[in-house]
């Protein structure tokens, strides 16, 4: 099992108290048993800028797959508005550490390249999870 905190970043001002709901959804490729769903308010005091929100994952039982968990913010209150561009945050589930370095180094490998070759991105999108690459065509820009 493992945690992830995520930040929830205040920007143009800290005048008044906010608040915003923070919730996991059903769009990513982790069930329930991989992961911890969840869904509650985010209070930010009066000059406050940041807050943080941590998920729990649990241990995928596959070592070369990789699941995904969105936790999207929305329903702002006290004048506060939620930037839509910004308002989701991918989060990737790997099997251990180790599988997670080895897949980041060979995504980011790929990705470096000018052009990557179709039979590249296939491999890619095999080792990351073929699951994943089912929601987006675009691999190197939408993974990580």
């Known amino acids: ?3 992830v905190v995520l930040e929830i970043i205040r920007s143009g001002g800290t005048i008044g108290a906010v608040s915003v709901a923070v919730g996991t959804t059903l769009t990513g490729t982790a069930s329930s048993s ?3 769903h969840f869904n509650r308010t985010v209070f930010l005091q009066s000059g406050q800028d940041r807050q943080t929100v ?6 995928l039982t596959n070592p070369l797959v990789s699941k995904t968990v969105v936790v999207a913010i929305s329903s702002p209150t006290g004048g506060a508005l939620v930037n839509t561009s910004a308002s989701e945050s991918e989060v990737t ?12 180094r060979v995504q980011g490998a790929v990705c470096s390249l000018q052009a990557p070759t179709a039979a ?11 699951q994943l690459y089912k929601r987006s065509s675009t ?3 939408q993974l990580f």
């Open 1 to 3: 099992d493992d945690t």
């Open 34 to 36: 991989e992961v911890d």
């Open 54 to 59: 941590t998920l729990s994952t649990h241990a």
């Open 93 to 104: 589930i790997y099997a251990t550490p180790f599988t997670a370095e080895v897949l980041s």
């Open 120 to 130: 590249a991105t296939r491999t890619l999108v095999q080792l990351l999870d073929s």
């Open 139 to 141: 691999v190197c820009s």
